[in-house]
T-cell receptor, first 116, second 117 residues
């Protein structure tokens, strides 16, 4: 089954304790992205990657790191989490379009993070 | 800058009623893509439809239909004969097609649809 998976689905942690949220897709997609969803602020892009070893910042990258060492995986790293990073996080992936052509992004199930 | 506006924050209907969710967008791109996603109470984001800026044909899929009007920058979504299972938050989104922020989805704030039995 074609899918985007995220782990963990739920996480409670404390301020400053490094954590990684994993994202994996089995569709051989080039493009992957992370979003966070917050009440009143909606969905905002954190980072994206157009292919292996190619990553770039989205709208709200502060406090996050990413890496893309393999095509299927795009982990989100919070080096020193703070309470304002409490959110619902989504990973998404799509085939890479050419020129101005855009493929549809499919989302993982989400990770609910609470930072105390 | 791109912007998507879903003016209806919440809509409440009774089962079997038709309901239209409005979406208005702003973009300077000449080529762009519009999407609708559904977020049920379980929280995942489910893709419903994609439209590119060159295709203004309306689309129907079962009880769902979409009306794309470039002249008014609108991409409205209608559910015919609504059902309780349609209760969800619905997001309209617009994507960048090049340059910086390639592929970034700009989402509207979402419309909470509640269908009562």
């Amino acid at each position: 089954e074609a899918q985007v998976t995220q782990n963990p689905r739920y996480l409670i942690t404390v301020t400053g304790k490094k954590l990684t949220v994993t994202c994996s897709q089995n569709m051989n997609h080039e493009y992957m992205s992370w979003y966070r969803q917050d009440p009143g602020l909606g969905l905002r892009q954190i980072y994206y990657s157009m292919n292996v070893e190619v990553t770039d910042k989205g709208d709200v990258p502060e406090g996050y790191k990413v890496s893309r060492k393999e095509k299927r995986n795009f982990p989100l790293i919070l080096e020193s989490p703070s309470p304002n990073q409490t959110s619902l996080y989504f990973c998404a992936s799509s085939s890479q379009g050419t020129g101005t052509y855009q493929e549809t992004q499919y989302f993982g199930p989400g990770t609910r993070l609470l930072v105390l | 800058a791109q912007k998507v506006t879903q003016a209806q924050t919440e809509i409440s209907v009774v089962e079997k009623e038709d309901v239209t969710l409005d979406c208005v967008y702003e973009t300077r791109d000449t080529t762009y893509y519009l999407f609708w996603y559904k977020q049920p109470p379980s929280g995942e984001l489910v893709f419903l439809i994609r439209r590119n800026s060159f295709d203004e044909q309306n689309e129907i899929s079962g009880r769902y239909s979409w009306n794309f009007q470039k002249s008014t920058s609108s991409f409205n979504f209608t559910i015919t004969a609504s059902q309780v299972v349609d209760s969800a938050v619905y997001f309209c989104a617009l994507t960048h097609t090049g340059g910086t922020s390639y592929g970034k989805l700009t989402f509207g704030q979402g419309t909470i649809l509640t269908v009562h039995p």
